[in-house]
Structures are given as C-alpha cells and as structure tokens.
C-alpha cells in the first residue's frame, strides 16, 4: 500500500485493531491519542509489528483543530473513530458528548477537507440507528433508520443523541464540501483486547458472566467481532465504489440470545436467564448484512466471538477462570 493515513481515537479498542491492520497492510499509520506521555495509550501501538518504521504518534484534542490538523497533514486518508465512548449517564451531556462528538467531527472533516485526503471513513454506530421507536413494526432494521432523537433525549440516552448528530453532521459537510466520506455503524464491538485497560462494550460481557441483568434495551441490535470492524472500514476506505453507511453486525439479535448462548458455552459462569424481551419490537436477522458482506466481509459468528471475548477476559485475569 504505502499510503499515509491518519486514524484518531488510535489507542482504543477498536482504533488499535484498525492501526494493527493498516501496518500490516503496509499502511504509514498517523496515529493521535490523548495523552503521549500515558503508556496505556502507546505502549501497545509501539509494540506492533511494522510500528517502528511507519507508526507516529500525534497528541490530538477534538476540540484544538491545530493539533487535528498536525496530525492529519500529508495523509491520504482518515479513519476518524475518536470519540467519548460512554452508555452510562454523564453529568454534563453538551461538554462530554455532545461538543467532542460534533465539534470534534466536524474539525477532523475541516483538517481532511483542507488536507486534500482522498476519503474520511467515519466510524458511526447503530446509536445512530436505534433506538427509533417509530421504525415500522415487523420491518428489519437496516441503514435506512436513524435514531429518534426527541426520545433519546426525553429519555437522557445522550451517547445516542451525540453520535446520531455527529454523523448527520459528516454527511451535511460531505454534501457541502465535496468530500468522499463513507461511515461504518458497527454493533456492539468484542474480541480480544489490545489495549492495557478493558473498554465498555468488553466490560458488558464481564458483568454478564457475573449474573448481571442488564437488558441494554435503547443499545443492542447484535454485535460484531473488533477485528471485522477494522477489517470493514479498511475495506471500505479500499473500495472507491463502496458509499453511505454500512452496518456492521454480525446477525441482528436481541441480547438475551447473546445471554442465552453465552450462558451454554459457558454454563460455569452465573449468567442470567432472561425470561422477557430485551429488545422489544427488534427483528431478528441471521444473516449478515447485505451491504458489507457484498463488498467480502465475511463475519465471525456470534459463538465464536462469545469464545474470544471469555478468552481475552481470561488471559487479562478480568474474569475467573469459572
């Protein structure tokens, strides 16, 4: 390959998967992080294979558009997954998600436009398709829902509110300004984690094996394994025909089949059995989606991320061995 390309928010669980791939396809990888002197957020990029020759480091705020455009000089192309990750309640929604989450991605999209980069993949999510409770009953969910935002704020689901704004902000700009920008909407990501400390997503299987009964109603469609969804988005930053958004799931399920499978992979653990519907009104799908999968992506199933997920966990001491 031998491109330049810029990946922000490098050091979390999926950017480090999304660095990992692009050294070992020959990539030179920008890579910004919030903190250069914190080990926990270079010590792993440093250590890839490829990190020594074609790896930088780059100290990045959302909110400095200087350090942004340092960063993102000279490349031909970014892959923006920077972002507050939280699905917890937040004191102060417009300062720790909203701002970093739009402000911050229109700055990015500023930098590349000014950059003359070839394409932005826009790392979205299916927070910005569900929850929409006026999405037509029995229909499967596809790329074509977006998030209600009236409810998401009536009900204080700000992660959600923030990432719907944050993509309907890139597509204004790409309409605006003429930039390529495709966006992925990945699942809830799992798998092994390269990073020193664990992220939301993988600390949900951890309570899980540990009988919690979170149902994760307003954020669960299905999941999708880390390594396909650094995998999708360098196939779509690859795939000059690839447009619009793309969700990537590996089937859409609700989370008590993820319990339920869980739960006989592992019958050690104490995982709840879920008696009602976690999801209400979502329709199941047991295929991959068709947008992806067109382009090549073949999917990791649920059971044997389930089995990378607990292994990871492991290795890491996170969670007991039963």
């Known amino acids: 390959m031998g491109e330049t390309v810029c990946v922000t928010g490098a050091s979390g669980f999926i950017g480090s998967w999304v660095v990992r791939l692009l050294l070992e396809r020959g990539y030179t990888v920008h890579a910004t992080i919030q903190d250069l002197g914190n080990w926990k957020e270079t010590k792993h990029l440093e250590a890839m294979e490829g990190a020594k020759e074609r790896l930088k480091l780059f100290k990045m705020d959302l909110l400095d558009y200087q350090s942004i ?13 920077a972002m507050p990750n939280t699905i ?3 004191a102060d929604p417009q300062k720790q998600l909203l701002d970093p989450g739009i402000k911050g991605t229109l700055n990015v999209l500023e930098a590349a436009h000014k950059a003359k980069v070839r394409r932005v993949v826009l790392t979205s999510s299916i927070s910005a398709i569900i929850p929409n409770p006026k999405w037509p009953a029995g229909k499967p969910l596809d790329e074509n829902c977006w998030t209600d935002l009236d409810y998401c704020r009536e009900n204080g ?3 959600t509110v923030a990432k719907t704004l944050a993509e309907k902000a890139a597509w204004d700009f790409s309409k605006e300004k003429g930039l390529d920008i495709v966006a992925i ?3 809830t990501a799992l798998g092994p984690i390269l990073p020193p400390d664990m992220n939301a997503s993988m600390a949900m299987i951890v309570k899980l094996l540990q009988g919690n009964n979170e149902e994760y109603r307003n954020f669960f469609m299905g999941c999708a394994h880390v390594k396909d969804i650094a995998k999708g988005q360098i196939l779509l930053y690859e795939t000059p025909s690839a447009s619009g958004r793309h969700l990537c799931v590996e089937t859409i399920a609700h989370w008590s089949d993820f319990a339920d499978l869980t739960a006989k992979l592992y019958p050690e653990y104490n995982v709840h059995k879920f008696t009602g519907v976690t999801q209400p009104g979502l329709v199941r799908v047991g295929s991959p989606p068709k947008k992806l999968s067109a382009l ?3 999917f990791t199933s649920m059971e044997d991320i389930i089995k990378d997920c607990v292994s990871t966990l492991r290795e890491k001491g996170l969670v007991s061995s039963a």
Do not use: E, K, R, S
């Not at 455009?69 to 997954?81: E, P, R, S, T």
């Open 69 to 81: 455009q340092d960063a993102i000089d000279g490349c031909a192309g970014v892959f923006h997954l």
């Open 88 to 90: 917890d309640a937040v």
């Open 157 to 159: 689901i700000w992660y």
């Open 185 to 187: 909407n990945p699942g």
């Open 296 to 298: 090549g992506l073949q």
